[in-house]
């Protein structure tokens, strides 16, 4: 009975005490330094009411971790009465000014109630009378291991996309294929907000994100998604580049469209939307255009002739990505589908001179071609992480290709004509594929770090392909062109199964783990290539009229089967150390590494070609070693690394078969019963310095790779016939080595100044198997090369005025024992300059950038050239900053040709190509946001 009172007693008390629970709501709000917008431990942050009396001394703090444990955001939490209510917060910190915040409640707000970020700032930053202490802002600092650009440290003109920025940022730099290098490193991805965007197209995002939209940017080592979930790491972590926009812009939606025409008919349209809400993201792209152009004003270095685009494009394109995170960011979901339709015009003119032994064979090629493509596709990837990993991703790609071309080959040995060929073909091509991915990781003994990786993988590769090409041959030995039809209708069908498995025993003994990994692969392929010549049907009526015209020497059937099961063992020695004495978190990282792949391959190939029907049965078992080392000192002040690898790469099978293909008129192409597989030893040595002052950083790299074994093309030239003969042989002993440094800094206190400076020695001995004319047996020819690079750049950024100045230069010198073969010595070198000022007031923007590209000991005037590049815009803003109207010049005073040059150990060549070197463009953009009342 009293055990039943006390029970009646408890859930009154819970009763009549729920009405005042549920009257209660909870002040959240973030806490930060004002100055550096980094999180602030050690805040006290109280709870006034109207009358001024405590209601809660002391809020609850939360600290929150990134993947590195470093501290990414600090949050308070006070629960207070509420309803129709007036509370102050008072934020206090020892070195800092107090700061009060008025919080208004009313009766529709329940449960949590975000607050602005409370933001203090340091004593010695606040107002003396009638001065104001103004900082400079830091453009770059370092956040733990994380390094943060401060976009709103950097001036940029109305209308500047994300690139724009990104070009600006010390020791960043992008090379012409859009690849991003912080400090000589490669990006390996480009995120918004700590999430994918756009799988990973970071043309999308650079070209049309406004800046102004960017809080900054963050540079890390990123944990992998199963990583975080069983909380430690399992995956190799990425290198990422991280785009984080400012509050007002994280819900809601931003857009802009932009229309463009300029001179030589060129033309271009696109839109763009990204949508937020407190769990999803939308995007939408759509652009039209036949620009074909990846550069823009202000890239130096880009505008070479050697980068000159090669064919006039006319691109359609669309695309959708849709990005769902539940709250708790275990659950995501993203959806994306494209559209791409392109048409690309190409016309080409090339002169080539061969070095051979006693011979100048000097070959013309003329060649138009059209091509039509279009591709559609379909991704989507679902994933959960807590405490156990899982993901789910389906993919489907299905591209459709047409053309033609038409050209015109000439060949002449010492000036005598030995043979021409004209060719006409069209061509046609579906190609679709079909992608099923599951993954995930789970622990079985989270308190020692052991757990399962398991993964499942389906493949499905289907094409079909139909050509047909009519050819006229002209020999110098005949009177007239024989003329003959090739129609080819090839198909390939591929799938492929791979399971896999890891197991990772931590901390056996003394900070050690043993890794043990499985991956097994079943792979199946049919491939048909059929060659027929209409022109050889004896009579129309002939009923078997389709093998009567078969190239049954040049057509061929083949089906392989490829069983692989691949084991790694490998052991892992576990360090610590922190990014200063004050912080209490540890950084985990591998000293060393040490393991061994060992895989097994199985492999048949059934093979039909004219007289040939061979089975080809391979079995190989490999042991490919590896090896890596860290060492860190002084709160990662100093990082030190090595890598050694050695791998083993089987060639194709098919390569192997003793085989004929001389479909195409004066080439012929062999098979090689002999090839045997490629050996490779890679070594790899880093260093990171990152000294306190003036936000230096320097990265060096040396790599050397030997090639034990590798596979090249033997040519062989016949001057009577005029046919090239090809086949894959092997060749030893070719080797790489290389040395890289970059170091960048700023100049000043005020950081309006930067220098940085980049430089690479590289040393190749190549290895070429080339067989001459009346040769009685192959020779293997080296080329020694050892090319010399050091690039440098100072600007200056004060407001709105950017000023650099940029020089390059690159050494290139080729030995060969060749009896023919000549030294180069040869030079390129590169030196501008590039402005931009935004005009006070009237918000106009003038940009230019000049560059001169001079090449130097090519032995020929024509190779030997100076091109000066003049590129200018001029831009206007308008309504506040949402319209804005720009023109831009490219090579105003026509520098560029379309002419180029490449000289190599093989021989000479000049080529010229149907392109657009220099236009006027004006382009009118629209931008636009909107985001929803927060309560």
Same mark, same amino acid.
């Given at each position: 009975?009293?055990?039943?009172?006390?029970?009646?007693?408890?859930?009154?008390?819970?009763?009549?005490?729920?009405?005042?629970?549920?009257?209660?709501?909870?002040?959240?709000?973030?806490?930060?330094?004002?100055?550096?917008?980094? $999180?602030?431990?050690?805040?006290?942050?109280?709870?006034?009411?109207?009358?001024?009396?405590?209601?809660?001394?002391?809020?609850?703090?939360?600290?929150?971790?990134?993947?590195?444990?470093?501290?990414?955001?600090?949050?308070?939490?006070?629960?207070?009465?509420?309803?129709?209510? =007036?509370?102050? !917060?008072?934020?206090?910190?020892?070195?800092?000014?107090?700061?009060?915040?008025?919080?208004?409640?009313?009766?529709?707000?329940?449960?949590?109630?975000?607050?602005?970020?409370?933001?203090?700032?340091?004593?010695?930053?606040?107002?003396?009378?009638?001065?104001?202490?103004?900082?400079?802002?830091?453009?770059?600092?370092?956040?733990?291991?994380?390094?943060?650009?401060?976009?709103?440290?950097? =001036?940029?003109?109305?209308?500047?996309?994300?690139?724009?920025?990104?070009?600006?940022? $010390?020791?960043?730099?992008?090379?012409?294929?859009?690849?991003?290098?912080?400090?000589?490193?490669?990006?390996?991805?480009?995120?918004?907000?700590?999430?994918?965007?756009?799988?990973?197209?970071?043309?999308?995002?650079?070209?049309?994100?406004?800046?102004?939209?960017?809080?900054?940017?963050?540079?890390?080592?990123?944990?992998?998604?199963?990583?975080?979930?069983?909380?430690?790491?399992?995956?190799?972590?990425?290198?990422?580049?991280?785009?984080?926009?400012?509050?007002?812009?994280?819900?809601?939606?931003?857009?802009?469209?932009?229309?463009?025409?300029?001179?030589?008919? /060129?033309?271009?349209?696109?839109?763009?939307?990204?949508?937020?809400?407190?769990?999803?993201?939308?995007?939408?792209?759509?652009?039209?255009?036949?620009?074909?152009?990846?550069?823009?004003?202000?890239?130096?270095?880009?505008?070479?002739?050697?980068?000159? $685009?090669?064919?006039?494009?006319?691109?359609?394109?669309?695309?959708?990505?849709?990005?769902?995170?539940?709250?708790?960011?275990?659950?995501?979901?993203?959806?994306?589908?494209?559209?791409?339709?392109?048409?690309?015009?190409?016309?080409?003119?090339? /002169?080539?001179?061969?070095?051979?032994?006693?011979?100048?064979?000097?070959?013309?090629?003329?060649?138009?071609?059209?091509?039509?493509?279009?591709?559609?596709?379909?991704?989507?990837?679902?994933?959960?992480?807590?405490?156990?990993?899982?993901?789910?991703?389906?993919?489907?790609?299905?591209?459709?290709?047409?053309?033609?071309?038409?050209?015109?080959?000439?060949?002449?040995?010492?000036?005598?004509?030995?043979?021409?060929?004209?060719?006409?073909?069209?061509?046609?091509?579906?190609?679709?594929?079909?992608?099923?991915?599951?993954?995930?990781?789970?622990?079985?003994?989270?308190?020692?770090?052991?757990?399962?990786?398991?993964?499942?993988?389906?493949?499905?590769?289907?094409?079909?392909?139909?050509?047909?090409?009519?050819?006229?041959?002209?020999?110098?030995?005949?009177?007239?062109?024989?003329?003959?039809?090739?129609?080819?209708?090839?198909?390939?069908?591929?799938?492929?199964?791979?399971?896999?498995?890891?197991?990772?025993?931590?901390?056996?003994?003394?900070?050690?783990?043993?890794?043990?990994?499985?991956?097994?692969?079943?792979?199946?392929?049919?491939?048909?290539?059929?060659?027929?010549?209409?022109?050889?049907?004896?009579?129309?009526?002939?009923?078997?009229?389709?093998?009567?015209?078969?190239?049954?020497?040049?057509?061929?059937?083949?089906?392989?089967?490829?069983?692989?099961?691949?084991?790694?063992?490998?052991?892992?020695? =576990?360090?610590?150390?922190?990014?200063?004495?004050?912080?209490?978190?540890?950084?985990?990282?591998?000293?060393?590494?040490?393991?061994?792949?060992?895989?097994?391959?199985?492999?048949?190939?059934?093979?039909?070609?004219?007289?040939?029907?061979?089975?080809?049965?391979?079995?190989?078992?490999?042991?490919?070693?590896?090896?890596?080392?860290?060492?860190?000192?002084?709160?990662?002040?100093?990082?030190?690394?090595?890598?050694?690898?050695?791998?083993?790469?089987?060639?194709?099978?098919?390569?192997?078969?003793?085989? /004929?293909?001389?479909?195409?008129?004066?080439?012929?192409?062999?098979?090689?019963?002999?090839?045997?597989?490629?050996?490779?030893?890679? !070594?790899?040595?880093?260093?990171?310095?990152?000294?306190?002052?003036?936000?230096?950083?320097?990265?060096?790299?040396?790599?050397?790779?030997?090639?034990?074994?590798?596979?090249?093309?033997?040519?062989?030239?016949?001057?009577?016939?005029?046919?090239?003969?090809?086949?894959?042989?092997?060749?030893?002993?070719?080797?790489?080595?290389?040395?890289?440094?970059?170091?960048?800094?700023?100049?000043?206190?005020?950081?309006?100044?930067?220098?940085?400076?980049?430089?690479?020695?590289n040393y190749h001995h190549a290895l070429d198997h080339t067989m001459l004319a009346e040769a009685t047996r192959s020779e293997v020819q080296a080329v020694n090369t050892t090319s010399?690079?050091?690039?440098?750049?100072?600007?200056?950024?004060?407001?709105?005025?950017?000023?650099?100045?940029?020089?390059?230069?690159?050494?290139?010198?080729?030995?060969?024992?060749? /009896?023919?073969?000549?030294?180069?010595?040869?030079?390129?070198?590169?030196?501008?300059?590039?402005?931009?000022?935004?005009?006070?007031?009237?918000?106009?923007?003038?940009?230019?950038?000049?560059?001169?590209?001079?090449?130097?000991?090519?032995?020929?005037?024509?190779?030997?050239?100076?091109?000066?590049?003049?590129?200018?815009?001029?831009?206007?803003?308008?309504? =506040?900053?949402?319209?804005?109207?720009?023109?831009?010049?490219?090579?105003?005073?026509?520098?560029?040709?379309?002419?180029?040059?490449?000289?190599?150990?093989?021989?000479?060549?000049?080529?010229?190509?149907?392109?657009? $070197?220099?236009?006027?463009?004006?382009?009118?953009?629209?931008?636009?946001?909107?985001?929803?009342?927060?309560?």
């Amino acid at each position: 009975m009293k055990k039943l009172k006390i029970f009646l007693f408890m859930c009154l008390a819970m009763i009549g005490y729920s009405p005042l629970v549920a009257q209660e709501v909870e002040l959240v709000g973030e806490i930060e330094d004002e100055f550096l917008k980094l $999180p602030l431990i050690g805040v006290k942050v109280s709870v006034f009411d109207e009358q001024n009396k405590v209601v809660v001394d002391s809020a609850g703090t939360y600290i929150f971790l990134t993947p590195t444990y470093q501290p990414d955001k600090v949050l308070y939490s006070a629960k207070v009465p509420g309803g129709n209510r =007036k509370y102050r !917060l008072r934020a206090t910190r020892r070195g800092y000014t107090t700061v009060w915040k008025d919080v208004t409640l009313t009766d529709s707000l329940q449960g949590e109630v975000w607050q602005p970020v409370l933001r203090l700032r340091k004593e010695h930053d606040q107002r003396l009378g009638e001065a104001v202490v103004t900082a400079t802002k830091i453009k770059m600092y370092h956040k733990g291991d994380t390094l943060v650009y401060n976009a709103d440290a950097f =001036k940029l003109p109305d209308g500047s996309r994300l690139d724009a920025l990104i070009h600006q940022m $010390p020791g960043v730099t992008m090379n012409e294929h859009g690849e991003i290098f912080v400090n000589g490193r490669k990006i390996d991805e480009l995120l918004l907000g700590s999430r994918s965007f756009m799988r990973g197209n970071k043309k999308v995002l650079l070209e049309n994100l406004p800046y102004y939209t960017v809080k900054n940017i963050k540079v890390y080592e990123q944990q992998s998604d199963r990583s975080q979930a069983l909380g430690y790491d399992v995956d190799p972590r990425k290198y990422v580049m991280d785009v984080h926009l400012k509050n007002e812009y994280t819900r809601g939606y931003i857009a802009n469209l932009e229309a463009a025409a300029g001179t030589r008919k /060129r033309w271009m349209g696109r839109a763009f939307l990204l949508g937020f809400s407190d769990q999803w993201r939308y995007a939408a792209m759509a652009n039209s255009n036949n620009v074909n152009e990846t550069r823009h004003l202000g890239q130096m270095g880009y505008w070479s002739p050697a980068l000159l $685009p090669q064919s006039l494009v006319t691109t359609h394109s669309g695309a959708i990505d849709v990005d769902y995170q539940s709250k708790d960011k275990r659950m995501k979901n993203n959806l994306n589908a494209s559209f791409t339709s392109t048409e690309t015009e190409a016309e080409m003119r090339q /002169r080539n001179e061969l070095f051979l032994e006693n011979l100048r064979p000097v070959s013309t090629f003329r060649r138009q071609a059209n091509d039509k493509n279009k591709a559609v596709n379909v991704s989507n990837k679902w994933s959960y992480n807590h405490r156990f990993s899982l993901t789910s991703q389906t993919d489907f790609k299905f591209t459709k290709e047409n053309g033609w071309a038409q050209s015109l080959y000439e060949q002449r040995d010492n000036q005598d004509f030995t043979v021409s060929r004209r060719e006409h073909g069209f061509n046609h091509e579906r190609n679709w594929i079909f992608n099923e991915q599951l993954w995930g990781s789970v622990n079985f003994n989270r308190a020692k770090q052991r757990y399962l990786n398991y993964s499942l993988l389906v493949f499905h590769d289907q094409r079909e392909a139909w050509k047909t090409d009519r050819f006229e041959l002209q020999q110098s030995s005949s009177v007239s062109p024989s003329a003959s039809h090739n129609t080819s209708d090839v198909s390939h069908h591929a799938t492929t199964v791979h399971a896999s498995a890891s197991v990772v025993f931590d901390n056996l003994w003394k900070n050690t783990s043993l890794n043990i990994s499985d991956n097994l692969t079943w792979y199946k392929d049919y491939d048909r290539d059929y060659l027929y010549h209409p022109d050889t049907l004896a009579s129309p009526l002939q009923l078997d009229f389709l093998q009567a015209i078969t190239d049954r020497d040049n057509s061929y059937v083949s089906r392989r089967h490829k069983i692989r099961n691949s084991l790694d063992v490998g052991l892992r020695h =576990k360090g610590r150390y922190k990014m200063s004495p004050k912080m209490p978190v540890d950084i985990v990282y591998d000293i060393w590494s040490l393991g061994v792949n060992l895989p097994y391959t199985h492999e048949s190939l059934d093979y039909m070609r004219g007289a040939i029907d061979t089975v080809l049965n391979r079995s190989h078992f490999y042991a490919d070693p590896y090896l890596s080392l860290r060492y860190v000192a002084n709160h990662r002040r100093h990082d030190l690394t090595f890598n050694a690898k050695y791998s083993r790469r089987p060639v194709d099978l098919l390569h192997r078969v003793d085989f /004929r293909d001389d479909r195409q008129p004066l080439v012929v192409k062999l098979g090689n019963p002999h090839l045997k597989d490629n050996l490779l030893t890679e !070594l790899r040595l880093g260093y990171t310095l990152r000294p306190d002052k003036y936000q230096q950083n320097l990265h060096a790299e040396a790599a050397f790779d030997f090639h034990h074994r590798d596979v090249a093309q033997s040519v062989r030239y016949n001057p009577t016939s005029g046919v090239y003969t090809y086949q894959p042989v092997n060749v030893k002993g070719s080797h790489r080595s290389a040395l890289k440094v970059d170091y960048v800094r700023s100049l000043d206190q005020k950081n309006r100044w930067t220098w940085q400076l980049q430089t690479e020695a590289n040393y190749h001995h190549a290895l070429d198997h080339t067989m001459l004319a009346e040769a009685t047996r192959s020779e293997v020819q080296a080329v020694n090369t050892t090319s010399l690079y050091g690039g440098t750049y100072v600007q200056y950024n004060q407001g709105a005025l950017n000023v650099r100045a940029v020089g390059n230069l690159k050494w290139h010198h080729s030995t060969g024992k060749m /009896r023919d073969f000549t030294t180069l010595n040869a030079w390129d070198y590169q030196y501008g300059a590039s402005a931009r000022y935004t005009l006070p007031v009237i918000h106009t923007t003038l940009a230019v950038d000049a560059m001169m590209y001079s090449r130097r000991g090519y032995g020929s005037a024509a190779f030997n050239t100076d091109d000066f590049v003049l590129n200018a815009s001029l831009s206007q803003s308008f309504l =506040k900053g949402k319209l804005i109207a720009k023109v831009e010049a490219f090579d105003v005073l026509h520098q560029l040709s379309n002419v180029q040059y490449a000289v190599n150990a093989q021989g000479r060549t000049e080529t010229w190509t149907r392109s657009l $070197p220099n236009y006027v463009m004006f382009h009118l953009a629209f931008q636009f946001n909107r985001s929803p009342k927060r309560l």
